[in-house]
């Protein structure tokens, strides 16, 4: 069966800190990828999502970035953390099957920004 | 472009109670549908997801929802909560040719002894 696994669970870091959030999936091949924010109260902002080694598409532009080097590995970067990146990081994967698949999230990564 | 309202963002059931948790959607062709529902400090569970055929959907948990195209609702219902259904819940759609559903909101469920 197919797991993703996300680390670490909690990370508190100063303003200006660098950052770097991992998933990875198991059980399957060339999935897509994703993530997402989750502020405090509020729904699911899409990041990054990739269908692809390599391929990343932002949705929202930041100083964060994704990176995908390998199939079933991605990451989430900052070179300097900003207050405002403060929240809940959720990674997923979908089956690369075609539009409408189902999304897989992970357990999640709680970024507090001090 | 497709979007998705839950207009109820808490909700308060007694235990034992029915539950009926609202979605509409918007989108031009038949969509992908699906409910989640996130504990506190979790990530997202898929409940069930509506691709096609019959409109009335079996999900985990014991819980169900109903594609009504008329209506452009995917409501997601209960016959009985548990104390433990307490938990954001979240709708969300999909078609086209994009990978990326929408999702909405979220609905809070508060459960009471």
């Known amino acids: 069966s197919q797991t993703i696994h996300q680390w670490p669970a909690t990370l508190v870091q100063p303003v200006g800190s660098p950052l770097s959030l991992e998933c990875t999936v198991e059980?399957?091949?060339?999935?897509?990828l994703y993530w997402y924010r989750q502020a405090a109260g509020r729904g699911l902002q899409l990041l990054f999502y990739?269908?692809?080694?390599?391929?990343i598409s932002s949705e929202v532009p930041q100083n964060l970035s994704a990176s995908r080097p390998q199939d079933r590995q991605f990451i989430l970067s900052s070179k300097k953390l900003l207050l405002s990146d403060s929240g809940f990081y959720l990674c997923?994967?979908?089956?690369?099957?075609?539009?409408?698949?189902?999304?897989?999230f992970g357990d999640g990564t709680r970024l507090s920004i001090l | 472009a497709q979007s998705v309202t839950q207009p109820d963002i808490h909700i308060t059931v007694s235990e034992g109670a029915s539950l009926e948790l609202r979605c509409n959607y918007s989108?031009?062709?038949?969509?992908?549908l699906f409910w989640y529902v996130q504990s506190p400090g979790q990530g997202l569970q898929l409940l069930l997801k509506?691709?096609?055929?019959?409109?009335l959907v079996q999900g985990i948990k014991g819980f169900e929802a109903e594609f009504k195209r008329s209506q452009s609702s995917f409501n997601l219902r209960k016959p009985s909560v548990h104390w433990s259904d307490a938990a954001e819940y979240f709708c969300?759609?999909?078609?086209?040719?994009?990978?990326?559903?929408?999702f909405g909101r979220g609905t809070s469920l508060i459960v009471h002894p």
């Open positions: 997923a994967w979908s089956p690369p099957l075609g539009p409408g698949q189902p999304q897989h």
């Open positions: 509506y691709f096609s055929g019959d409109t």
């Open positions: 990739s269908v692809g080694i390599g391929q």
């Open positions: 989108y031009g062709a038949t969509p992908y």
């Open positions: 969300a759609v999909g078609g086209g040719g994009s990978y990326i559903p929408t």
């Open positions: 059980g399957t091949s060339n999935p897509n």
